[in-house]
T-cell receptor, first 114, second 114 residues
């Protein structure tokens, strides 16, 4: 059974640009959540989607957005990139929305903003 | 606001030693608690999931306990091996209004010396 797949694995952008990251969950999983990991702030929750609906959102500015498609694949977008957006972005999938299921993570997308 | 604390931040032990990692959380309104390991530059690997109604889970040399009323969990690793060297993270999944949101500790970085 394939795990959670995130693309691209690495990317470099410049300030002011925008970026889109993709996450394909484990087959049959309908919940996808996104996290930002930085050395200073650790792992922080961005948002969770279940059946194409955003269920919860963390404390990030509106430049961070996401969506989920009918096949459960999810994308997150960051507009007007800032240096502080440099981070490892992790996606996790789960069988259930709302919090009871086990989280399975992908390898992450490492974003560097210059 | 949920806060998760992991003690110690770093731990170095000789191979073969048994060890305990600690995780504490401030809000007991949780669905579950999950332990992960993370190798440098990699995603998170799920180790154990404990639902809020459970007290303990075991997998191989790993045993995790949960005391929801006191806001504590421990991860016990028996007969440690160099391959256990990694950062161990605990995460609590909120119930109620924040259902689906996971809050992570900053992790314990474990080094097992041959």
């Amino acid at each position: 059974k394939a795990g959670v797949t995130q693309t691209p694995r690495y990317l470099i952008k410049t300030r002011g640009q925008q970026v889109t990251l993709s996450c394909s969950p484990i087959s049959g999983h309908r919940s996808v959540s996104w996290y930002q990991q930085t050395p200073g702030q650790g792992l922080q929750f961005l948002f969770e989607y279940f059946s194409e609906t955003q269920r919860n959102k963390g404390n990030f500015p509106g430049r961070f957005s996401g969506r989920q498609f009918s096949n459960s694949r999810s994308e997150m977008n960051v507009s007007t990139l800032e240096l502080g957006d440099s981070a490892l972005y992790l996606c996790a999938s789960s069988t259930t929305g709302g919090g009871t299921g086990e989280l399975f993570f992908g390898e992450g997308s490492r974003l560097t903003v210059l | 606001k949920q806060e998760v604390t992991q003690i110690p931040a770093a731990l170095s032990v000789p191979e073969g030693e048994n060890l305990v990692l600690n995780c504490s959380f401030t809000d007991s309104a949780i669905y579950n608690l999950q332990w992960f390991r993370q190798d440098p530059g990699k995603g998170l690997t799920s180790l154990l999931l404990i639902q809020s109604s459970q007290r303990e889970q075991t997998s191989g040399r790993l045993n995790a306990s949960l005391d929801k009323s006191s806001g504590r969990s421990t991860l016990y690793i028996a007969a440690s091996q160099p391959g256990d060297s990694a950062t161990y993270l605990c995460a609590v999944r909120a119930s109620g209004a924040n259902a689906g949101k996971s809050t992570f500790g900053d992790g314990t970085t474990l080094t097992v010396k041959p």
